[in-house]
């Protein structure tokens, strides 16, 4: 009786299991089916190689120099950016002035009043578990010399602490649409990825977090299936996790980047953005790196630069179509 009782169990287990199953692979499979982008090339363009910049988790384009990007380091590492040139030569190291480095994840450029900036966002909660999170907005540096100096200092223009409405997340993605007065989050961990929005620069001071509203989800992009973790494939198991996103400098397009691919959004000017990013993307492949993690649109909006935690770190260039 024990053992058919057992048996029995077992069974209902199974189905239950088996139901639970089926219901997230009908989550985690886009129902749309992707395009490849038409690009006109993918290539890997130079290694950035410097002792300071071991863990690259944010990348952004300068809106001063044709040639310059902007990375930052992930945790637990001093609170610096740094300049590097496409060429992937570090050309400046910068501290941000009353700035921790809890978990910095993500990096973007804007105009504002025609003045350049650059936001810093300490917004990594491996464990979902943070209380607040922290936007760090500060004058893009208009130092040309290309000298190296670890002495320079930034002063913060002005910070931006927030919550999300439906409790902790984990984040590595910003994008700016700063005409429109908006940022952007895109979480990392949940199927589909959630949208939040924040102002860029808010209204009044705040006494308490502004609170990130999620706007839509992300449901037309591969992210991790169920079946692969009984496959023991890592990449087909964690390589749909969003990593990073960017808007292009004219707002007609946006790229999101998972560990495995790259997906291109367009957007019409009389478009808003729920609607671009409700919108079946296109996929852009490139070269495999160890945890692609960085994505910014270049200074012209003519392509894109990917890039990997990593030591050296490969910079990935995509020359869009014209």
């Known amino acids: 009786m024990t053992t058919r009782l057992n048996i029995k169990v077992i069974v209902a287990c199974l189905a239950i299991a088996t139901m639970a199953a089926c219901t997230l692979f009908k989550q985690f499979i886009p129902q749309a089916t992707l395009k490849t982008a038409t690009i006109e090339s993918v290539r890997q363009v130079a290694w950035i190689e410097h002792d300071a910049l071991s863990e690259i988790s944010g990348l952004a384009a300068s809106t001063l120099l044709l040639d310059r990007l902007w990375a930052i380091n992930d945790s637990d590492n001093p609170a610096e950016i740094y300049a590097i040139n496409v060429n992937g030569g570090v050309e400046g190291q910068y ?6 480095n809890d978990d910095w994840e993500a990096l973007a450029s804007f105009r504002l009043n025609n003045m350049p900036y650059l936001l810093i966002a300490d917004i990594g909660d ?13 004058p893009e540096p208009d130092d040309i010399s290309r000298k190296f100096d670890r002495q320079r200092t930034i002063q913060t223009a002005w910070t931006i602490t927030y919550q999300y409405e439906d409790g902790p997340q984990d984040a590595e993605s910003i994008a700016i649409d700063a005409a429109n007065n908006k940022i952007f989050v895109l979480n990392k961990r949940t199927v589909p990825a959630r949208l939040y929005e924040l102002p860029l620069m808010p209204s009044t ?14 449901s037309n992009i591969i992210q991790p299936r169920l079946a692969n973790i009984f496959t023991g494939n890592a990449t087909q198991v964690f390589g749909g996790l969003v990593t990073d996103m960017s ?15 790259a997906y291109l959004l367009h957007r019409s000017p009389t478009e808003d953005w729920v609607t671009a990013f409700s919108r079946v993307p296109e996929i852009i492949d490139f070269p495999p790196l160890q945890q692609a993690e960085a994505i910014t649109y270049a200074f012209d909006g003519k392509s894109i630069y990917i890039t990997s935690e990593d030591q050296p770190s490969p910079l990935i260039q995509v020359v869009l179509l014209k």
Not at 95 to 100: G, H, M, R
Not at 126 to 138: C, E, G, K, P
Not at 247 to 261: E, F, K
Request: charged share 15%; glycine share 0%; aromatic share 8%.
């Open 247 to 261: 808007i292009s400098p004219n707002q007609q397009s946006a790229v999101i980047l998972t560990y495995s691919r």
């Open 126 to 138: 491996n464990r979902a578990q943070r209380d607040h999170y922290t936007l760090y907005i500060v």
């Open 95 to 100: 501290l941000i002035d009353n700035a921790q």
């Open 205 to 218: 001071p705040a006494s308490l977090p502004f609170i990130a509203k999620k706007i839509t989800q992300i």
